[in-house]
């Protein structure tokens, strides 16, 4: 199975990180209003960044190193990665 940490962009301009095992799931649940209690009221959002991992415990490290980024690295990051 595969794991991955993701970044989405709020519609309010903030970044949300996370885990999952489906992202096109999870950002449809996302914006569905049935994700994280966090973007519910920051719909829609959209997919910016991802990794993938081959565990859950590597992906929810990277989910909390994400997290812990400050926003002009999280935006390196995104850049970087062209969305």
């Known amino acids: 199975m595969e794991y991955f940490a993701y970044m989405l962009m709020c519609a309010d301009g903030t970044i949300y990180s996370g885990y999952t095992t489906d992202l096109a799931r999870r950002v449809a649940a996302h914006n569905d209003g049935r994700g994280a209690k966090y973007t519910r009221s920051r719909r829609p959002?959209?997919?910016?960044?991802?990794?993938?991992?081959?565990?859950?415990?590597?992906?929810?490290?990277r989910e909390a190193a994400l997290k812990g980024l400050d926003r002009k690295a999280k935006e390196r990051l995104i850049k970087d990665f062209g969305a």
């Open 45 to 61: 959002v959209r997919l910016v960044y991802f990794e993938r991992f081959e565990s859950k415990s590597d992906a929810m490290k």
